[in-house]
């Protein structure tokens, strides 16, 4: 069979290393569920209409170690913690009572956000693209199989310079992980290699360059970063 001819050589996949072995898994499509938390300013307190999602590109996504960009046209650039969870298998319409069983493993992860960009656009009417994409908009720990850790059900937490900003428990998560699966693969059949952000607790705040993150997801993993200077 011939090989295709392309225009120019292809980038290799985006990958995240498999924790406690040299495997990397190679990234697909980034889902992101909005507000999955009850947040204090959040009226009617947790709310259970259809979640909002978006998407990063596979680009955004960094490993989570040394240093993350401060990204440009922003004066607003934000924290958002949340569990990642990683799909070994393909699948549309999945059932919630099956929805686990696609699941390969968790990882933690952050959601960088141009806040400023974003209420702007949600202001307007417009999409969050330009609040949520950039280059390192989302770090990420190794990932951690289900085959060994199973599924997490601890707190995730978040601080800067020393100071915790953000704690939760993943049993606080308006739509469960396995509600968050059936719900995308409504709408699109996942593949193996997409990854699902899910959502961030209460607590999210501006950074600044030099600040350095520490933040985990019990049982999942745990990372620190530092924030580079303005562009």
């Known amino acids: 069979m011939n090989m295709p001819e392309y225009v120019f050589t292809p980038d290799l996949p985006v990958a995240l290393p498999v924790f406690g072995t040299s495997q990397r898994f190679p990234v697909g ?86 806040r400023d960009v974003q209420l702007a656009a949600k202001r307007d009417g417009l999409p969050w693209e330009g609040a949520k994409v950039f280059d390192g908009a989302a770090p990420m720990t190794a990932i951690v199989p289900v085959s060994k850790a199973g599924h997490p059900d601890g707190e995730l937490w978040l601080s800067v310079n020393g100071q915790e900003r953000q704690r939760d428990s993943l049993d606080n998560q308006i739509w469960s992980v396995s509600e968050m699966i059936s719900r995308i693969s409504q709408s699109v059949a996942l593949r193996a290699g997409d990854l699902i952000m899910t959502g961030s607790p209460s607590g999210v705040d501006v950074l600044h360059p030099g600040d350095v993150i520490n933040a985990g997801i019990d049982g999942v993993g745990q990372l620190e970063v530092r924030v580079g200077p303005r562009p």
């Open 29 to 114: 499509r980034v889902f992101c569920v909005g507000r999955n938390y009850p947040w204090p300013d959040a009226q009617g307190g947790q709310n259970r209409l259809p979640p909002v999602f978006f998407m990063k590109p596979s680009s955004c996504v960094i490993d989570a170690v040394g240093e993350v960009p401060f990204p440009t046209m922003t004066e607003a650039f934000v924290h958002e913690i949340e569990l990642v969870v990683a799909i070994g298998e393909g699948g549309a319409n999945i059932p919630e009572s099956q929805a686990l069983a696609y699941v390969w493993g968790y990882a933690a992860g952050l959601d960088l956000t141009r």
